[in-house]
């Protein structure tokens, strides 16, 4: 049973700061790894996808991932007022199948 | 380039219902996956579709069923429903790449509310 966790929030960062969101999977058999956002009231939207352990950076938003410590991780550098929202971690298999969500960490930055 | 699409946007029914769900996937895609998410909580994954037929399926209920259309669209069932099937339906469409876990994409989601 795969299971994920992510950092307990609500987080609440300056504008301007760097927001720091931690995710933990169970199954060592994962092999890819999702960051999602989703406004409220909205659907998922993909904004991070990270397969190799190390970092993978994309704008102002970088993944980490570290599957010997079956951990992933995503920064958002300068956050800004459009990024609060909730952020969902995702892991899949290799067979892209099954993909298990954690609960989501709220993200408030304030201006 | 159309991305996913679901519908109908809201639902409302009633204990004991039947409710059928639709999704277009997204141009160029052909495997389906359904999810329930309710409030406060990440989405849960229902059951994935991918040449018509269902690859894996998650904890729920034989209450909860599905089919895939030659055009890869997708309906999702739901049987007898109860009043905690009340969530949102979501919807992701994907590229089936053998050995690569691609990323999936949501649509809009549809809001089942159950009285």
């Known amino acids: 049973q795969k299971e994920v966790e992510q950092n307990s929030g609500p987080l609440s960062v300056p504008e301007g700061a760097i927001a720091s969101l931690n995710c933990t999977y169970s199954?060592?058999?994962?092999?890819?790894f999702f960051w999602y956002r989703q406004y409220s009231g909205k659907s998922p939207e993909l904004i991070m996808s990270?397969?190799?352990?190390g970092d993978k950076e994309d704008g102002r938003f970088t993944a980490q991932l570290n599957k010997a410590s079956q951990y992933v991780s995503l920064l958002i550098r300068d956050s800004q007022p459009s990024d609060s929202a909730t952020y969902l971690c995702?892991?899949?298999?290799?067979?892209?199948?099954?993909?298990?969500f954690g609960a989501g960490t709220r993200l408030t930055v304030k201006p | 380039d159309a991305g996913v699409t679901q519908s109908p946007t809201h639902l409302i029914k009633t204990r004991g219902q039947q409710v059928t769900l639709r999704c277009s996937p997204k141009?160029?895609?052909?495997?389906v996956s359904w999810y329930q998410q309710a409030l406060g909580q990440g989405p849960q994954f229902i059951f994935q579709?991918?040449?018509?037929?269902?690859?894996q399926r998650g904890n729920f209920p034989d209450r909860f069923s599905g089919h895939q259309f030659p055009n890869y669209s997708s309906e999702l069932n739901v049987n007898a429903l109860l009043l905690g099937d009340s969530a949102l339906y979501l919807c992701?469409?994907?590229?089936?790449?053998?050995?690569?876990?691609?990323?999936?994409?949501f649509g809009p989601g549809t809001r089942l509310t159950v009285l």
């Open positions: 995702a892991v899949n298999g290799l067979y892209n199948n099954d993909m298990r």
């Open positions: 992701a469409s994907s590229f089936q790449t053998p050995g690569v876990s691609r990323e999936q994409f």
């Open positions: 141009s160029g895609h052909d495997t």
């Open positions: 579709y991918y040449e018509e037929e269902e690859r």
């Open positions: 199954d060592r058999g994962s092999q890819s």
């Open positions: 990270i397969y190799s352990n």
